[in-house]
């Protein structure tokens, strides 16, 4: 009785010193209330709760700002952020000011979200190539949707000169172009509620297909936005049931941290990320996407953290190409740093909308140099 009961003890008390792997409290930053990234957060604050007794106080922000300035001072331990990962990373267009330019994150995990060119149907467009000389809704003041955008184009060996750029004043106005015949195409989520409407209405929807084994076109996309891959998607506005069409996957929500933040604290982050998985998997339609074997690997918008990598090693999803990608994605974002000082001081006279062209001039020769 007395060794049942010290071997007892002694599994009740590894389990507590596994629970208290994670701090009592963390801070998050995330996209507003109502947003997918807040809802999200909000499933695995509520399962690091249940599962280790760690209180999460998760801070929304509608800007990307408002999300990575709490992380950048400290005042917040993790992020759930969108594409502002990568422009941060690159100092690319609202980073690209002399206050900001270039800084490093580190990412711990990010679930894949599906993104594609939607055409209405009566476009003609069948294929990406198609799009030319079509009329391509964007949103004014919104790179996010836009770099994605020229990155499909480019899939399909097309720049912006090849095509009408429609620029709306809303992300509302632009997705529900085609309905009102005001363009032809845009890209965005396959499941955005305008791409339904489209769908029911007499133009219809046609998603052009990204093949996965179109290496020349996913090397042209990789060229404009390294952090996308092939994604069969089943669940899109229009698409019949049963059917799959062939998209790309970025990351959305991308938790990330600095890479100052201890290792051991990242480790056992993501490590509670993974063992909390079946409390929150369900929390939303996509959070199933959440599992390690998806949302640990690259391409994602910064490097991983090392404290992630450790992790994912044990668990047997990283690999020696994740290991080539990791280091490449830190050269890539070390270049960027290096030239960012020289060039604010050679151009620290210039007004803004000069000094962020110049910048971006600047960023394409150091990234064309690496390659």
């Known amino acids: 009785m007395k060794v049942i009961h010290a071997a007892s003890l002694s599994l009740a008390l590894a389990g507590a010193a596994a629970a208290q792997e994670l701090p009592k409290t963390m801070i998050w930053s995330s996209y507003d209330v109502g947003s997918a990234g807040y809802a999200e957060a909000s499933a695995i604050a509520d399962a690091f709760g249940k599962e280790f007794g760690t209180r999460v106080r998760i801070q929304p922000s509608g800007s990307s700002i408002g999300r990575l300035q709490p992380l950048l001072q400290g005042r917040a331990d993790y992020a759930f952020l969108a594409t502002e990962a990568f422009f941060l990373s690159e100092g690319a267009y609202d980073f690209a000011t002399p206050e900001w330019g270039p800084r490093p994150l580190r990412a711990i995990a990010g679930r894949p979200a599906s993104t594609a060119m939607a055409a209405a149907a009566d476009s003609g467009i069948k ?10 809704a964007f949103v004014a003041g919104n790179p996010s949707i836009n770099v994605k955008c020229e990155a499909i184009l480019a899939f399909g060996g097309l720049t912006l000169d090849d ?13 529900s172009s085609m309905t009102r015949n005001e363009s032809d195409a845009t890209c965005t989520s396959p499941t955005t509620s305008q791409f339904y409407e489209l769908a029911e209405s007499p133009r219809g929807i046609f998603y052009p297909p990204l093949e996965p084994d179109n290496a020349e076109g996913w090397a042209k996309l990789e060229k404009v936005l390294p952090i996308m891959s092939p994604q069969s998607e089943t669940v899109a506005a229009g698409l019949p049931e049963g059917e799959t069409a062939q998209m790309a996957a970025y990351r959305y929500p991308v938790i990330a941290t600095t890479p100052d933040k201890s290792a051991d604290d990242v480790y056992a982050f993501i490590k509670a990320l993974d063992e909390s998985y079946d409390l929150y998997k369900e929390g939303t339609a996509t959070m199933e996407r959440w599992s390690l074997d998806q949302a640990g690997k690259p391409p994602i918008d910064v490097p991983f953290h090392e404290g992630a990598i450790r992790y994912l090693k044990e668990k047997g999803i990283w690999t020696a190409e994740d290991d080539a990608w990791n280091d490449k994605r830190i050269a890539r974002q070390d270049a960027l740093i290096a030239a960012w000082e020289p060039f604010k001081a050679e151009n620290a006279g210039l007004p803004e ?9 600047r960023r394409a020769e150091v990234v064309a140099s690496l390659d």
Do not use: L, N, Q, S
Not at 127 to 136: E, L, Q, S
């Open 127 to 136: 294929t990406v190539a198609d799009a030319r000389g079509k009329r391509i």
């Open 163 to 175: 095509v009408e750029v429609i620029t709306f004043p809303t992300y509302a106005a632009a997705m």
């Open 353 to 361: 909308d000069e000094f962020a062209a110049a910048w971006m001039a």
